[in-house]
């Protein structure tokens, strides 16, 4: 399965993205779906997520900011990013769950996104 990622791009700080993440050909509903980011010289951190049943998860540095979403068939995602920052730099990845909704067994090649101050 692939992970197909748009949305990212240069933007002030202050302004808005919105990521998204589609699986082309995918039959059936992932359990769930997150956004991961990796910025330059560091390991790659969580995001955001939502399960199949519309439950959501937050990183606390984007709590309030960023809103993940997902199609009604959680075959893709969303990721509306507001009042970006420029900590907030990264390569943003997708990644899906077949399975147990926290092992994510399928992963996109990365968008980024960059903000400048």
């Known amino acids: 399965v692939q992970l197909v990622e748009s949305g990212g791009g240069l933007v002030q700080a202050g302004g808005s993205l919105r990521l998204s993440c589609v699986a082309p050909?995918?039959?059936?509903?992932?359990?769930?779906m997150g956004w991961y980011r990796q910025a330059p010289g560091k390991q790659r951190a969580f995001v955001a997520s939502?399960?199949?049943?519309?439950?959501?998860n937050y990183a606390d540095s984007v709590k309030g900011r960023f809103t993940v979403s997902s199609d009604n068939a959680l075959k893709a995602a969303y990721l509306q990013m507001n009042s970006l920052k420029p900590e907030d730099t990264a390569v943003y990845y997708c990644?899906?769950?077949?399975?147990?909704?926290?092992?994510?067994?399928?992963w996109g090649q990365g968008t980024p996104v960059t903000v400048s101050s």
């Open positions: 990644a899906a769950a077949s399975g147990a909704p926290v092992l994510y067994d399928y």
């Open positions: 050909g995918r039959a059936s509903s992932f359990n769930a």
């Open positions: 939502i399960r199949r049943g519309g439950s959501t």
